[in-house]
């Protein structure tokens, strides 16, 4: 305990910190440049949008499906190993992609293997950061979160660029290079002695209990309701970042400009992202982050009715500007409200649960929206879409967090106040004092 307090948000905390920015830009912001390659894909393999889609959806599907297998990387072997673990696999499998013949075995390399190193660095990231900050933790998850923003800026600028110069296969073979970065920054997570627990023989029910959370999503209502919340929410999350280049290509934008239009989501992303993580800090908003988390959700579901109205590019900037500040909201608040309705030490376990879920419907909202532009050959659809599973999503977890509240409220005021005979006094009379030795009570502040 000594050693852990030495540790917690101070000293080389803050050099951890740097690491998850860093990593978070390579991972989740790595995602984002695949829109840039989706019509160049769709023409080498002759695709249609359904099947072209996979390929993105695949890869955001495993980053966050893999929870539960870097769980137990993380309790094995600590979150250094499955940092560097997860660069080596992303790497490995971006440059295998470059040599890729079909789209089912882009499907396995860039899609599965390099979806599962994001996965194993980025979560295993998110667990350190979390036991290495307590006090500033909302503030550390937020500042994080900007590598992401960062990833969404250079990723697209950086893809197009050496696309043009060079093609998608040696583009991916030198992005095979970059994800190599995951285990510098692996290697800056000292392990913890706390940590790292004896490993013991895994049976399937301990993975099952340990590493999926059922018992917290079966007792805890507050995780459940926000686990099924954002299941629902990401089957339209990841859509305008999937369709947003297609789509402004299909209406005559040039592929440069088109491609901007990500840069310019994550570049607004560096700086609301920190703002958001410092406002939601504040006391006025301890136990009410789900409502600011529900109210980006439902901005960002709205802002997408903007892409139908024009395809113009000064309404698509306007559109990714307001889609920023709303994504905003939701990366700095994802796991910070995650930390907020399930105890630390059940975090990794419960970040397991949540991310094997919320990967189903990564999995599946692409291709299916996918498959009805290729049906109506309008790309209006898939913002239609999006704005269904995001507004409907936002509503469900406002109001059925207010009606949680409320309840528990009635249940507090209706409960009977104890017989005045059996509540203990504090203060004994002096036949007590005289036969039993007097109680201290001892008020604990802190654990």
């Given amino acids: 305990l000594p050693q852990q307090a030495a540790l917690q948000d101070q000293g080389w905390a803050w050099m951890v910190l740097v690491a998850a920015v860093v990593l978070q830009g390579l991972t989740l912001g790595f995602p ?15 695709a249609t949008n359904s099947e072209t889609s996979w390929f993105p959806s695949i890869m955001v599907a495993v980053l966050h499906a893999g929870g539960p297998l870097c ?17 080596l696999l992303s790497s490995v499998g971006m440059v295998s992609s470059s040599f890729c013949k079909s789209l089912s075995q882009l499907y396995l390399t860039a899609g599965l293997i390099t979806g599962l190193g994001s996965c194993f660095s980025f979560q295993a990231g998110v667990t350190a950061l979390g ?18 923003s960062i990833g969404l ?5 950086l893809s197009q660029y050496l696309l043009d110069e060079m093609g998608w296969r040696n583009t991916f073979l030198i992005f095979g290079g970059i994800l190599l970065n995951c285990c510098v920054c692996g290697a800056v997570m000292r ?12 049976t399937c029910f301990q993975v099952l209990q340990n590493y999926l959370a059922f018992d917290i999503f079966c007792q805890n209502k507050r995780y459940q309701i926000y686990t099924i919340g954002v299941t629902w929410m990401m089957m339209g999350f990841a859509l305008p970042h999937v369709y947003l280049v297609p789509y402004a290509i299909q209406n005559g934008l040039e ?8 840069s310019i ?22 136990g009410r982050r789900i409502y600011l988390y529900s109210l980006a959700v439902l901005l960002c579901g709205l802002s997408n009715f903007i892409c139908i109205i024009s395809a113009e590019f000064s309404m698509l900037i306007f559109y990714c500007v307001i889609l920023s500040i709303a994504m905003s909201g939701i990366g700095a608040l994802t796991f910070q409200v995650l930390m907020d309705v399930v ?46 599973f995001l507004i409907s999503a936002s509503l469900f977890m406002v109001l059925s967090f207010c009606a949680l509240e409320k309840k528990n409220k009635l249940r507090d005021t209706s409960k009977v106040p104890p017989d005045k005979s059996t509540i203990y006094n504090e203060t004994p009379n002096e036949s007590q004092s005289e036969s039993q030795p007097t109680l201290a009570v001892v008020h604990i502040t802190s654990i």
């Avoid at 984002?32 to 002759?46: A, M, R, Y």
């Avoid at 592929?255 to 990500?262: D, G, Q, V, Y």
Wanted: one cysteine or more; hydrophobic letters at 50%; a positive charge.
């Fill in 343 to 388: 105890e630390m030490d059940r975090f990794s376990s419960a970040l397991g649960l949540f991310t094997i879920l919320e990967s189903i419907t990564l999995l599946i909202g692409p291709p299916l929206t996918g498959l009805l532009v290729d049906i109506t050959s309008d790309f209006r659809y898939v913002f239609y879409t999006s704005s269904f």
């Fill in 71 to 87: 769980s137990i990387l993380v309790k094995c072997f600590g979150c250094r190993f499955a940092v560097m673990m997860g660069g």
């Fill in 153 to 157: 800026t250079l990723w697209p600028l």
């Fill in 191 to 202: 392990p913890v002695k706390f940590l790292q627990e004896q490993t013991r023989k895994i």
């Fill in 265 to 286: 989501i994550g570049f607004i992303n560096i700086f609301i992202r920190p703002l958001t993580g410092l406002l939601s800090g504040q006391t006025i908003f301890t």
């Fill in 32 to 46: 984002s440049c695949i829109g840039v390659f989706f019509t160049d894909l769709q023409h080498e393999f002759q």
């Fill in 131 to 148: 036991y290495y900050f307590v006090r500033w933790r909302t503030l550390a998850n937020a500042m994080a979160s900007t590598g992401v």
């Fill in 255 to 262: 592929e440069r400009r088109a491609a901007l239009l990500i």
